[in-house]
């Protein structure tokens, strides 16, 4: 189930993106990366369906999409067990026994078995970012979307939660767009990345290519050169992420 | 060029006018969300352990401390009553009457509405406004549950039912404490005050009041959750958004509080 977004264009007070288009085929895993400020949250969200598009449209066959929040949005009023139970019994009608289970295999395969009655403001950061995985693999999506997977989180911990991902979605065979600031991240999970900037999407290459391209952006990016076209207004534009 | 003070007045004015955008877009928003809420009276499933989680939450949670501010109000109603009857009319004869009319009309049920708009509307506020700001709001959507659905309507339901309830409830327990000072202060007998209060207080009253509870119980809760919906930021922003909801409700309560007691007034 891929995703086609064409001539997409969103615009808050200002256009934060116009005439964007990309294709992320069946199976394939797209990394987005870019300066804070530049729309990829905003993209994802658009992709999600959370946020309308200004113009262009986007098609996602998928009626199963999971997405892990860039602040990982777990439901704090609901234990790390409940979190994966809700989504089973709205989304899908699974209730009892059979939630129980699921949960249960889920939370052993993100690693969080042990911690099912605690509550998402008592496990660390990178138990809330397993969980918040594990909320969206249960629902069995066929697309799965990464907002800053590893956000805020230790190179180990980082790297941890990044292999959690792949295998799972290895694993799955899923479809997903990730966007991360973190390129190391990136190159561990994409078949294909992009830069966002200046409402512009550069690259589109495998990993080796965007560590060897000389697209000067990209380039300036990935090395995080002061010198460059992406100057510090550009950097720092402050457009809503 | 403009001259400094003419930039001031420039920039004061566009904040000034800016404020009052923000105002009637979210008083739009609060109308646009009534709307879709009266909707899921028409849709099922209704989420009855919400309603009910949230009816203990908003009624029981709040019983203590409305029965505490209105058993004070009722003390104080007497003794003040009292004193200015004496000084004016060299008589305390009255006081049942006055009070009674005075409490089942407004006393009873402005104090708890005051009380409610505080700690409901700031509850409200407060946890939607986070789970806005932490894309929980998102996630819901993502999870193909309307938020409307799942988190205004129950809401709404249980405020209903329980600032009703409380209002009524209030209204008991002012004229409990208020008949209490009349007759440990002013030597009334019980009977002898509940006698006296009959022929001011009637059914009419008491639908007025049924009227003013009901009303807040819709307007408390959609006023909260019409500003959480629109909170932005951190914990800087769920502060501000709750601030706001409660100044808006409190002014909205004392409003419909006033349309109520005019049009009892013409039909009393």
Not at chain 2, 152 to 167: D, E, G, K
Request: glycine share 10%.
């Amino acid at each position: 189930m891929g995703i086609t977004l064409s001539g997409v264009g969103k615009k808050f007070d200002r256009w934060i993106f116009r005439s964007l288009n990309l294709s992320v085929a069946d199976g394939e895993s797209v990394v987005i990366i870019g300066p804070s400020g530049q729309g990829k949250s905003v993209l994802l969200k658009m992709i999600a369906g959370l946020l309308p598009c200004d113009e262009g449209q986007i098609q996602v066959p998928a009626h199963h999409l999971g997405m892990l929040f860039q602040k990982n949005a777990l439901f704090d009023s609901l234990t790390v067990r409940e979190n994966l139970t809700f989504p089973l019994r709205e989304r899908l009608g699974i209730r009892g026994e059979k939630a129980e289970a699921l949960s249960k295999e889920m939370l052993s395969a993100v690693g969080l078995s042990g911690s099912e009655n605690l509550y998402p403001d008592e496990i660390s950061g990178g138990m809330q970012k397993r969980l918040g995985i594990a909320r969206a693999l249960i629902v069995d999506p066929e697309i799965l979307i990464f907002d800053e997977p590893t956000a805020g989180l230790d190179p180990i911990t980082s790297k941890k939660i990044a292999d959690l991902i792949r295998s799972l979605k290895a694993k799955k065979k899923l479809t997903s767009v990730t966007v991360t600031n973190d390129v190391h991240r990136a190159y561990q999970l994409g078949d294909r990345i992009f830069l966002l900037s200046q409402g512009r999407l550069l690259g589109g290459l495998s990993p080796e290519q965007t560590q060897k391209t000389e697209i000067p952006e990209i380039r300036q990016f990935i090395l995080g050169l002061k010198q460059g076209p992406l100057t510090e207004a550009t950097v720092e534009s402050g457009g809503p992420e | 060029m403009k001259t400094a003070p003419a930039k001031n007045l420039q920039s004061n004015l566009h904040q000034v006018g800016q404020a009052f955008q923000e105002q009637v877009d979210t008083i739009q928003d609060i109308a646009l969300l009534f709307k879709a809420t009266l909707g899921w009276f028409f849709k099922r499933p209704w989420r009855w352990d919400e309603i009910f989680h949230s009816v203990v939450q908003m009624g029981i949670g709040s019983l203590p401390v409305v029965l505490i501010s209105t058993a004070f109000a009722g003390m104080v109603v007497t003794n003040e009553l009292a004193w200015h009857m004496n000084e004016a009319l060299s008589s305390i004869s009255m006081i049942p009457g006055v009070s009674g009319q005075f409490i089942v009309r407004e006393l009873g049920i402005a104090v708890p509405a005051m009380i409610l708009v505080a700690k409901v509307g700031a509850s409200t506020t407060a946890e939607i406004g986070t789970m806005k700001v932490t894309e929980q709001i998102d996630a819901l959507k993502l999870l193909g549950i309307d938020p409307v659905g799942y988190l205004v309507f129950p809401r709404l339901i249980a405020a209903i039912i329980s600032i009703t309830a409380l209002t009524l409830i209030a209204i008991g327990f002012t004229l409990i404490f208020a008949i209490f000072v009349a007759v440990a202060k002013f030597n009334f007998g019980t009977f002898e005050f509940i006698n006296a209060l009959r022929p001011f207080v009637g059914v009419g009253d008491l639908a007025c009041a049924l009227c003013k509870g009901i009303s807040f119980g819709i307007l408390i809760p959609m006023i909260a959750c019409g500003y959480a919906f629109r909170c932005q930021g951190g914990a800087k922003g769920v502060g501000s958004t709750t601030t706001n909801a409660v100044v808006t409700a409190t002014v909205a309560v004392i409003l419909v509080d006033f349309i109520w007691t005019y049009v009892f007034s013409l039909l009393l």
